[in-house]
């Protein structure tokens, strides 16, 4: 158990619906990381947050948005779904600083019908 | 940008045989280096790091060594089992930044 939870564990909904994905970090982690695995693109960074602030973004979509509560849960938002954004998307965390190694989530599995 | 090149697979190898999977890195800086392992329907899980040159990561008998003149990290066990079937994942990062991925290779150990 690599203490990241993310809920749900699989989702499935329609073409140009709109989901949430949850993700609590490690206790102590202040940072947050998303991730979408895909079979076409692999592993792909979408966005970092940091206590709050994001951070880093990378290949995230318009129409996906992320925050990070006080709390430092994070959420993912994923709206007007197509075919394409079916997939895994991780959740990690880790404590800042040059060596620190991300801790995974078991990931939520979103199939878009 | 910094990237990350892994050998493709799948990788097939009876039990007891050597493995090595060869992951190269281009980054600006020192990145430290890790290698991640996703088994079936599962998460993934940190299995070996290296934070600088030629340290050597180690961890259920795998190792790998980063290797700065050759920026290469490449992972290896003297002898597989078939509960090692698995995707390995090489990854790099910078300073309190995002892991950069390797695009994984299936290994599969037959008995």
């Known amino acids: 158990d690599s203490g990241v939870t993310q809920t749900p564990k699989h989702l499935i909904t329609a073409t140009g619906q709109r989901v949430t994905l949850r993700c609590s970090p490690r206790?102590?982690?202040?940072?947050v990381y998303w991730y979408q695995q895909s079979l076409d693109q692999g592993l792909q960074f979408l966005i970092q947050?940091?206590?709050?602030?994001?951070?880093a973004k990378g290949n995230i979509l318009e129409r996906f948005s992320a925050q990070q509560f006080p709390d430092l849960h994070s959420e993912l938002n994923l709206s007007s779904l197509e075919l394409g954004d079916s997939a895994l998307y991780f959740c990690?965390?880790?404590?800042?600083?040059?060596?620190?190694?991300?801790?995974f989530g078991q990931g939520t599995r979103l199939t878009v019908v | 940008g910094d990237s990350v090149t892994q050998m493709e697979g799948p990788v097939t190898l009876s039990e007891e045989a050597c493995l090595t999977i060869?992951?190269?890195?281009?980054?600006?800086?020192?990145?430290?280096l890790f290698w991640y392992v996703q088994y079936p329907g599962e998460g993934l899980q940190l299995l070996l790091k290296?934070?600088?040159?030629?340290d050597k990561g180690s961890n259920k008998g795998f190792e790998a060594t980063y290797r700065k003149e050759t920026t290469s990290f490449h992972l290896e066990k003297g002898s597989v089992q078939v509960s090692d079937s698995a995707v390995y994942f090489c990854?790099?990062?910078?300073?309190?930044?995002?892991?950069?991925f390797g695009a994984g290779t299936i290994l599969r150990v037959k008995s």
């Open positions: 990690a965390s880790s404590a800042e600083g040059g060596a620190t190694e991300a801790f």
């Open positions: 990854a790099l990062r910078q300073y309190g930044n995002k892991l950069v």
């Open positions: 206790s102590g982690d202040l940072s």
């Open positions: 947050y940091y206590n709050g602030e994001e951070r």
């Open positions: 290296a934070t600088k040159a030629d």
């Open positions: 060869n992951c190269t890195y281009t980054a600006t800086g020192y990145p430290s």
